[in-house]
C-alpha cells in the first residue's frame, strides 16, 4: 500500500485529488495539508511514501518544502525518502527546471484528467517495487535494471537482438503507450500497419526486457489471449 499526503491550499482541490487516489488500487491518503508548514509537519508524523505539492502555497512555495524535506531525510538518515509529484497551475518553464532539480518525480499542470494522475501513482507504485525488488535481492543493478528505473534509454542506445529494427521497436512502442489499458498482438499488428507475427516478436521483446506487462485474457474456448500493457 502506497501511503500519500495531499499538499494543496484549496480545500475543495485537496479533497478532489484525495477522493481521486483513495479510488486507485494501492494506494490511501494518509493526510492532507494546505500550508507548507504543515505538510512539513505531516510528513514528519505520518511518513508517507508519496507527497502531492502544489506550488503555490500560503507560506512557503512547493519547491521549498521539497527542499526541507530532503534536508531533514539526511539530517536523519532516512533511506526511505518520500517521494514527490509536483500538481500545480505553475506552466514557468524556470520553476519546471527547479521541481526537477529538487527531485520531483513528475510535475502534471492543472487542469488534468484523472487517470492523468492515476497514470503518475501507477509508474510510483511500479518504481517503488523495483527498487524493493533490488534491496530484497540484495544484488547489484544491472544497466537493464537501471534503465527500467530512471526510464528507457535514450533512442540508438538500445542493443536490439537480431533480427529486431529500432524503427519498428519505436513503431510499436508507440502503439503499445496509445493504448494504455493495453492490447493484444493482432489489434498491435492493426495500430501499427504490421504483420501479427512481427507486432507478436516486438511485444514479447518489450515482455522480456521489462518495458511491458503480460495478461492473459480467458474466452470460452481455445487458448487464452496474450494482452500487452506499457510499464510506466
Known amino acids: 500500500m502506497t501511503r500519500v499526503l ?7 482541490v485537496a479533497k478532489l485529488h484525495s477522493r481521486y487516489v483513495s479510488a486507485l488500487d494501492g494506494f490511501t491518503v494518509v493526510g492532507v495539508a494546505h500550508t507548507g508548514a504543515e505538510a512539513l509537519s505531516a ?8 507527497v502531492l505539492l502544489d506550488i503555490f502555497l500560503p507560506d512557503m512555495d512547493g519547491i521549498q518544502v521539497l527542499r526541507e524535506l530532503r534536508a531533514a531525510e539526511e539530517r536523519d538518515g532516512d533511506t526511505r525518502s518520500a517521494d514527490a509529484l509536483f500538481i500545480t497551475a505553475a506552466r514557468d518553464a524556470g520553476v519546471v527546471r527547479a521541481a526537477l532539480r529538487a527531485g520531483a518525480l513528475h510535475y502534471l499542470i ?21 527498487l524493493d525488488a533490488l534491496d530484497e535481492a540484495r544484488q547489484e ?8 528505473i530512471f526510464g528507457t534509454r535514450p533512442p540508438g542506445s538500445r542493443e536490439l537482438p537480431k533480427g529486431l529494427a529500432a ?3 519505436d513503431l510499436v512502442e508507440r502503439v503499445l503507450r496509445d493504448h494504455p489499458a493495453g492490447l493484444s498482438a493482432s489489434e498491435c499488428a492493426e495500430a501499427g500497419t504490421l504483420s501479427r ?3 507478436r516478436r516486438y511485444l514479447e521483446y518489450f515482455a522480456e526486457t521489462g518495458r511491458a506487462e503480460v495478461s492473459l485474457r480467458y474466452g470460452g474456448t481455445g487458448r487464452p489471449e496474450r494482452r500487452y500493457r506499457a510499464v510506466s
Open 110 to 130: 492543472k487542469p488534468f484528467h484523472r487517470s492523468a494522475l492515476q497514470e503518475q501513482l501507477q509508474h510510483v507504485a511500479s518504481l517503488r517495487n523495483r
Open 167 to 169: 524503427h519498428t521497436a
Open 197 to 199: 507475427v512481427s507486432a
Open 141 to 148: 543493478a544491472r544497466q537493464e535494471d537501471v534503465d527500467r
Open 43 to 50: 510528513a514528519r508524523r505520518l511518513r508517507p511514501d508519496l
Open 6 to 12: 495531499v499538499v494543496d491550499d484549496d480545500f475543495m
